[in-house]
């Protein structure tokens, strides 16, 4: 979000929320009170394009106070230009779009005063050390220097950055960075979270440490809206999923739901040797369904032990078996047609 954006003019960049204005006129396109209580996000036929390359192809979207919803799909799905609509940064092209009860078309700075934005890719300042990174952002909310400075000693504590508020942003990891870019996020103590893909590139405790925060910062109550790759990151997080493909939602639910509908109960894993494809042609059948990877054959099936004892019957000799229980990465395989590569 931090990128200039030639084709999307007058448009506040998110490293700059501007504040409610007073001298706004009063907001139109406000929806029932108890209704906006409830759905916090609510877009219907949610249209985006550059110029004649449509990104986004008309999807319905509702989110409800306290849930955390994760938007899947592939690299050019159209996640990144829907959550930049839904986080007031990027006008839509058609449909209709209802945040926090408000339109952002209308109501877009009092909007991003309540919301809290991690973009995809990082947008803190490299000339400010990490203090300042926090004080100059929180400052564009009209937050008070003494408050900020309070808060500041809270964010980083949270972000398990407290020994490195004085050092410069271009002299922290990447892992950091994130981490700071997620408290930055914070400052504003916002009603909802935005995070575009929070920790592609972050080793795998640092991951969980963005997880644990993350889950700390539901149970407070705070709305999340999350893109990920990672499916063990959606299941963990996300009570409730979209699958997005080539702008479209093709597939919606908890993850339960979603493994349910589009998986089976089990999964067997089988290796052969490499440049053997007859003999993973002749699994094929064994499970209701049989998916051939680059490396290994995947069979689903409700029962993966008695799939293996059928291939064994059948002479086939696969050069390594893992039987499992279906996951995500299933489920996604099977909607989009291929396996998630970063
Ligand atoms: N500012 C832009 N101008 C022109 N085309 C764009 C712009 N932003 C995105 N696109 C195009 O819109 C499509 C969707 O891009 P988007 O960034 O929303 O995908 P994504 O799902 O976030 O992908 P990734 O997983 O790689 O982040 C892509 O074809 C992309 O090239
Ligand atoms: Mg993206």
């Known amino acids: 979000m931090g990128m200039i954006d030639a084709a999307e003019p007058a448009v506040a960049?998110?490293?700059?929320?501007?504040?409610?204005?007073?001298?706004?006129?009063?907001?139109?396109?406000?929806?029932?009170?108890?209704?906006?209580?409830?759905?916090?996000?609510?877009?219907?036929?949610?249209?985006?394009?550059?110029?004649?390359?449509?990104?986004?192809?008309?999807?319905?979207?509702?989110?409800?106070?306290?849930?955390?919803?994760?938007?899947?799909?592939?690299?050019?799905?159209?996640?990144?230009?829907?959550?930049?609509?839904?986080?007031?940064v990027s006008p839509r092209s058609g449909g209709e779009l209802s945040v926090l009860g408000l339109d952002p078309d209308l109501a877009g700075p009092q909007i991003r005063a309540r919301l809290g934005v991690v973009a995809q890719q990082d947008n803190l300042d490299t000339e400010l050390n990490v203090n300042q990174n926090l004080l100059v952002y929180g400052r564009y909310f009209g937050l008070s220097r003494g408050h900020l400075r309070e808060k500041s000693v809270q964010l980083l504590e949270f972000a398990q950055l407290s020994d490195r508020g004085d050092s410069r942003v271009d002299a922290l990891s990447g892992g950091m960075r994130r981490r700071l870019t997620i408290a930055r996020s914070l400052v504003n103590d916002p009603e909802i979270l935005l995070l575009d893909e929070p920790t592609t590139a972050l080793d795998p405790q640092a991951r969980q440490v963005v997880w644990e925060r993350l889950s700390a910062l539901k149970r407070q109550g705070v709305t999340l809206i999350i893109t990920t790759h990672y499916m063990d990151e959606a299941e963990q997080l996300c009570d409730r999923l979209a699958v997005m493909d080539q702008g479209r939602i093709v597939a919606e639910g908890t993850p339960a739901e979603l493994i349910e509908r589009y998986s089976s109960r089990e999964v067997l894993e089988l290796r052969f040797p490499a440049g053997d494809t007859a003999q993973a042609d002749a699994v094929a059948g064994l499970g209701d369904r049989t998916e051939v990877l680059a490396d290994r054959v995947l069979l689903f099936t409700h029962d993966a032990e008695a799939?293996?004892?059928?291939?064994?019957?059948?002479?086939?000799?696969?050069?390594?078996?893992?039987?499992?229980?279906?996951t995500l990465e299933d489920v996604y395989l099977r909607i989009t047609g291929r396996e998630l590569v970063d």
């Open 307 to 326: 799939a293996l004892n059928a291939v064994r019957a059948r002479g086939i000799r696969p050069e390594s078996s893992l039987m499992r229980r279906s």
């Open 13 to 88: 960049d998110a490293a700059e929320p501007a504040v409610a204005d007073a001298a706004e006129p009063a907001v139109a396109g406000t929806v029932e009170p108890a209704e906006a209580e409830a759905v916090l996000v609510s877009a219907s036929g949610l249209h985006k394009s550059y110029g004649d390359h449509h990104a986004v192809r008309g999807i319905d979207i509702r989110i409800r106070r306290g849930e955390a919803f994760g938007l899947l799909g592939p690299n050019g799905a159209g996640k990144t230009s829907t959550m930049r609509m839904l986080a007031c």
